[in-house]
Nanobody, 120 residues
């Protein structure tokens, strides 16, 4: 069974930094893409950043220049360094893994989420 476990959320003042981490566990052969999505109260879940197994990254315009995503294929982990945080970054952040290859079948998975609160 594949699980994604997030860590690193918390409360921080505006302008501060946090680092989110996500680790995938289970009998996994490979993962195509890992990333972070977020959902603020009353809003839809949105993409924050993704990284492919080859290292290609994608960022939402709202976080470009402030957030940096990195991954370790061997350890099946993804991290996101978040700097210059703003109150509008407040949300539950979800780890996502796409194209998780397990015993010849590929699926997508979500973590349970970690809350990031940025105070003004």
């Amino acid at each position: 069974q594949v699980q994604l476990v997030e860590s690193g959320g918390g409360l921080v003042q505006a302008g501060g930094s946090l680092r989110l981490s996500c680790a995938a566990s289970g009998v996994i052969f490979s993962i195509n893409t890992m990333g972070w999505y977020r959902q603020a109260p009353g809003k839809q879940r949105e993409l924050v950043a993704t990284i492919t197994s080859s290292g290609s990254t994608t960022y939402a315009d709202s976080v470009k220049g402030r957030f940096t995503i990195s991954g370790d294929n061997a350890k099946k982990t993804v991290h996101m360094q978040m700097n210059s945080l703003k109150p509008e970054d407040t949300a539950v952040y979800y780890c996502n893994a796409k194209g998780v290859l397990v015993l010849g079948s590929a699926s997508n998975y979500w973590g349970k989420g970690t809350l990031v609160t940025v105070s003004s």
